[in-house]
């Protein structure tokens, strides 16, 4: 089993900056990819993010040049900093990991990040 622990969510106005992190542990032999998705109530859950273990990145086209994704293999953690904030990036952010032995995907439990004035 593989337990994912998020953090760094929270309110921030626009313009601003947050970090989020996302640690992963249990019966892990290495973690090919690693992403982060968000959700608003009423939406599908869509990528934001996402980086392979070689360190190749991809953006959705909405954040493209103000999120960046980066990876601590050693640590077996993902952290995604969000600059330049729009109250438009309000959303669940869920962490998505998929390791090996597997492969298997497993979610993050969500953090709330709101961009409001």
């Known amino acids: 089993q593989v337990q994912l622990v998020e953090s760094g969510g929270g309110l921030v106005q626009p313009g601003g900056s947050l970090r989020l992190s996302c640690a992963a542990s249990g019966r892990i032999f290495s973690i090919p990819v690693m992403g982060w998705y968000r959700q608003v109530p009423g939406k599908q859950r869509e990528l934001v993010a996402q980086?392979?273990?070689?360190?190749?990145?991809n953006y959705a086209d909405s954040v493209a040049g103000r999120f960046t994704i980066s990876r601590d293999n050693a640590k077996k953690t993902v952290f995604l900093q969000m600059n330049s904030l729009k109250p438009e990036d309000t959303a669940v952010y869920y962490c998505?990991?998929?390791?090996?032995?597997?492969?298997?995907?497993?979610w993050g439990q969500g953090t709330q990040v709101t961009v409001s004035s």
């Open positions: 980086i392979i273990s070689g360190g190749t990145s």
């Open positions: 998505n990991v998929r390791v090996l032995p597997g492969p298997k995907e497993y």
